[in-house]
């Protein structure tokens, strides 16, 4: 399949920069970006306190960690279009038979 238009433009952009790194330090950047949003998420809810709002740099924090792993599929040779769509549809596979095997306990029940 080939690579969506965004993915390509993430290399690309990578590739202007001389900013490739090894798919690990990929990996340990993207763990950064991740705690980067835990801290948005806990000064946001004041530590679980309050509802969770999208915090300011929400979104800036999102498409960094987003970068980072498009950045990581073209390091390893992986099409995220093609391997999310597989997810979506393992998702969707699973949840309808854990509902149908649902459907068959509840019926069992009564």
């Known amino acids: 399949m080939a690579v969506t238009d965004l993915q390509a433009t993430v290399a690309s952009a990578a590739d202007h920069a001389e900013a490739h790194s090894t798919a690990p330090a990929l990996l340990l950047q993207a763990q950064s970006a991740l705690g980067r949003m835990a ?5 946001a809810t004041e530590g679980g306190r309050r509802p969770f709002r999208i915090p300011h740099g929400w979104d ?22 093609a391997a999310v769509r597989e997810v ?3 998702v969707t596979v699973d949840s309808a038979e854990a509902r149908s095997r649902q459907a068959v306990q509840n019926e069992r029940w009564l």
């Open 60 to 81: 800036a924090e999102l498409a960094q960690l987003a970068y980072l792993v498009y950045l990581m599929a073209d390091q390893t040779n992986v099409t995220l279009d």
């Open 39 to 43: 801290a948005l998420t806990t000064e």
């Open 88 to 90: 979506a549809h393992r």
